[in-house]
């Protein structure tokens, strides 16, 4: 993603070896820029940013408690609880979503 090779260009890790281009350099998986001179031209991406959601749609949980786990027993695992609906489990894993 382009927001991830926005950077101050002294903050650039080197990614590629002298002389790569722009394309060989992406192909990488890698930004180019060489617009700023004595730093890196093709460098390291930032990490992607993620967040932890709780799924919404019930059917998508995936259990991390067992049957009848207290709300802060789940909890203090690092995972959502929802009593609700039937049949589904109520203490399940965050699902990791990219900002």
Do not use: L
Not at 37 to 60: A, F, G, N, Q
């Amino acid at each position: 993603a382009k927001c991830q090779c926005k950077m101050v260009p002294r903050e650039r890790t080197n990614c590629g070896y002298p002389g790569i281009s722009a394309s060989e350099c992406k192909k990488i998986g890698c930004c180019f820029n060489a617009s700023v001179p004595s730093v890196p031209w093709c460098y390291s991406p930032k990490p992607k940013k993620v967040k932890k959601v709780c799924p919404t749609d019930p059917h998508h949980r995936i259990n991390c408690g067992h049957p009848g786990i207290k709300p802060w027993e789940c909890t203090r695992k690092g995972c959502c609880f929802r009593a609700h609906p039937a049949g589904v489990p109520w203490c399940f894993y965050h699902r990791n979503v990219e900002e």
